[in-house]
């Protein structure tokens, strides 16, 4: 349509269009394979331009903010792995830190190690879904059985250190559950190992894939300023060239002592701030997650020795009146949980900030004046997990 | 950068700087003038406060508190703080990595009401959308005031201190 309208070439005949189409109201989900869950999206759409975008969300809520006020903070916690599911750990992690902070708890290093190994480790494995299905958003099959074959490998490493494939509960305030079992590190360093030879692969499959880069590039493009607007944080904020990292910025745990690059979109493949720098962000961030792991795996062995991964802490933990705020580098962003104390063994209140939630919101403002077809790609390289958006 | 040295920049908005009680400072600010604040911390280049990171509020009960009696004094008299409602902005600069978090105490008790910030930060829309849903705090000024994780009827505010734990939901029992 907007080809025609261009300035015709000389020795062709100008076409007047006098075609009007009638605003159409589609309806995409709750049910729908590329929402990634019970999301759904009311497209006003002129022919195959979309006018307007209206999320509707909420379908899974379960209120987790009031749930907090009414369980002890230990009790929480297997609550905490519900909401980004596909990063149970990181959730586990943040939901920690902020307990901690409040109730002034000391950690281990041994314990805080392997916790960054395991936060890194789910980092992967999350984003080899936001690759494997945004290859399926865009119809290729094949990537997702790949990135399943290795997050099979990330979760039974997860099986062997606590038990559980997906929600893992295995970091509670104060440290961990237990140890690593015997020989969890090699394999950890294995895995490493391997990763980075797959991860070859999938640069190949997908992301160098001529259809796949014509379908992301200069598709849902969203500028920097407008990315700080929405408050987009995480792949979504460094896809737009904001070079902005919780473990680099404002490093908690043991980040400032190991070293790693924070990757930004830099308009490659189009322009920067395209679904195309949204997703070989998170690619390239696997890879420093693997350098991240290795680098913990030889610190904690070589200062920590097996044995204690708790602090010590009263059987029920009560926290005098304070109010803090912890975020954490998600996989998705910043994790933010906001924990006001009153004295009582229960929180008095507590905030969950999922980055899943903000960055969901540009969506209304994004939509606008792409093709049906591209919504598809935009949705798919926000990368939600509706269980953080409804929490 | 220093608390004291963003309140100055701040002005008069600026009601209190509180350091006690708490592990992270803040700064409470007159209501009324929230939208304002909000558009300085962004657009100050000292400042650069550019990323809003949430909005939230929480229901207090009116609480005492009681004042430290210097030597030889007697103990003053201990104060009320009425309460009720208050919202807390946390705001981040992707520049210096710092974090602002703001406070407002709403005055009104049952019927809370703020002025929305939405045309300062886009992000806003959604956080108040929330703080709306869950807390049944008003926005004025917001372009599209309506629940976001509840469904459109429900009743109440969950996470206000004083809600009922409804018995049942369009005829499904929660006993």
Redesign the interface.
């Given at each position: 349509m907007t080809d025609l309208e261009s300035t015709p070439k000389e020795g062709t005949r100008e076409i007047v269009l006098d075609v009007r189409t009638q605003d159409m109201e589609i309806n995409m989900g709750p049910q729908h394979p590329s929402t990634h869950g019970v999301l759904r999206v009311v497209i006003t759409a002129d022919g195959e331009i979309i006018t307007s975008a209206r999320p509707y969300?909420?379908y899974i809520?379960r209120?987790a903010?009031?749930i907090a006020e009414c369980v002890t903070y230990d009790q929480f916690v297997p609550y905490t792995d519900r909401y980004d599911y596909l990063a149970a750990m990181n959730n586990n992690l943040g939901y920690c830190l902020a307990v901690e902070?409040?109730a002034e708890l000391e950690v281990p290093p041994r314990a805080t190690w392997i916790r960054m190994i395991c936060a890194e480790l789910n980092r992967i494995g999350s984003h080899l879904i936001a690759f494997g299905t945004y290859g399926l958003d865009l119809g290729a099959f094949t990537p997702f059985l790949y990135g399943f074959r290795e997050r099979e490998w990330m979760m039974s490493l997860f099986e062997k250190i606590c038990g559980a494939r997906l929600t893992y509960s295995f970091m509670f305030p104060g440290g961990l559950a237990n140890d690593a079992p015997e020989g969890w590190f090699d394999e950890v360093l294995r895995f490493c190992d391997v990763f980075d030879r797959k991860w070859r692969e999938y640069d190949a499959l997908l992301t160098r894939n001529k259809i796949f880069i014509e379908r992301t590039r200069d598709v849902g493009v969203i500028p920097a300023e407008m990315a700080?607007?929405?408050?987009l944080?995480g792949p979504c904020?460094r896809g737009s060239g904001?070079r902005?990292d919780?473990r680099e910025?404002?490093p908690y745990l043991f980040y400032d002592r190991v070293s790693f690059d924070v990757p930004v979109g830099q308009g490659e493949m189009g322009t920067v701030g395209d679904c195309w720098d949204r997703y070989f962000v998170r690619m390239a961030e696997m890879l420093q997650s693997t350098r991240i792991i290795r680098q913990c795996v030889e610190l904690c062995l070589a200062e920590t020795t097996p044995g204690e991964v708790m602090a010590k802490k009263p059987k029920t933990l009560k926290i005098p009146?304070?109010?803090?705020?912890v975020?954490v580098e998600n996989p998705r962003g910043?994790l933010?949980h906001?924990l006001?104390t009153d004295g009582k063994d229960k929180a008095?209140?507590l905030?969950i900030?999922g980055p899943s939630?903000?960055n969901l919101?540009i969506i209304p403002?994004i939509l606008p004046g792409t093709m049906i077809a591209d919504a598809v790609a935009i949705i798919g390289s926000i990368d939600i997990v509706l269980g953080e958006v409804?929490? | 950068m220093e608390l004291e040295t963003i309140a100055e920049r701040l002005g008069d908005a600026v009601l209190e700087i509180v350091t006690e009680g708490t592990k992270d400072p803040f700064l409470v600010v007159e209501a009324s003038r929230i939208r304002e604040v909000m558009a300085l911390c962004r657009d100050d280049s000292s400042l650069a406060f550019d990323l809003l990171v949430s909005i939230t509020g929480a229901d207090y009960p009116p609480r005492e508190v009681k004042k430290k009696a210097k030597k030889g004094e007697p103990a003053p008299e201990s104060e009320v703080v009425p309460g009720r409602f208050e919202l807390v902005y946390h705001l981040l600069s992707t520049k210096t990595g710092g974090r602002l978090v703001l406070k407002v105490r709403l005055p009104h008790e049952d019927a809370p009401s703020c002025d929305s910030i939405s045309e300062v930060h886009p992000a806003a829309e959604w956080h108040e959308r929330e703080a709306f849903d869950l807390l049944g705090i008003r926005f004025f000024g917001h372009p599209d005031l309506r629940r976001i994780l509840c469904c459109e009827d429900w009743v109440g505010h969950p996470l206000r201190k004083d809600y009922v734990f409804p018995k049942e939901f369009h005829g499904i029992s929660a006993e």
């Open positions: 969300v909420g809520h209120c903010e009031k902070k409040a700080k607007a929405y408050g944080t904020l904001v902005f919780l910025s404002a009146p304070t109010e803090v705020y975020g910043e933010g906001y006001v008095f209140r905030k900030r939630f903000c919101s403002a409804d929490r | -």
